[in-house]
Nanobody, 128 residues
Framework: QVQLVESGGGLVQPGGSLTLSCAASGRNVGSYAIGWFRQAPGKERKFVAA????????HYADSVKDRFTISRDDAKNTVYLRMNNLSPEDTAVYYC?????????????????????WGQGTQVNVSL
């Protein structure tokens, strides 16, 4: 069993930056790939970024590539999502998840993959 807790959300102006954290606890958390998804009001949850168990491989949605960076600190059992140059279109609830299968973050729609564990989400609002 793995527990995930997101933090770091809040209100930021367009063009600003924010770093989200996903703190993991439980058995063998270092073995899990961690991903970030987001869900805007009235829309489906969409894939944002993912990092494999070792941190050697990352994968991003085209919409955030070159603006967002995912990283992990296994000493703290925490995965970070650094978000730069934010726009109102990035407003959403951001969720992290965990799974042993990194391949699940690839494919036409990773949102369809049955990931093992999810956090409760953290709200990000980008507005003047």
């Amino acid at each position: 069993q793995v527990q995930l807790v997101e933090s770091g959300g809040g209100l930021v102006q367009p063009g600003g930056s924010l770093t989200l954290s996903c703190a993991a606890s439980g058995r063998n958390v270092g073995s899990y790939a961690i991903g970030w998804f987001r869900q805007a009001p009235g829309k489906e949850r969409k894939f944002v970024a993912a990092i494999n168990w070792s941190g050697a491989e990352t994968h991003y949605a085209d919409s955030v590539k070159d603006r967002f960076t995912i990283s992990r600190d296994d000493a703290k059992n925490t995965v970070y999502l650094r978000m730069n140059n934010l726009s109102p279109e990035d407003t959403a609830v951001y969720y992290c998840n965990a799974d042993l299968r990194f391949a699940g973050y690839y494919g036409p729609d990773p949102s369809d993959f049955p990931f093992d564990y999810w956090g409760q989400g953290t709200q990000v609002n980008v507005s003047l």
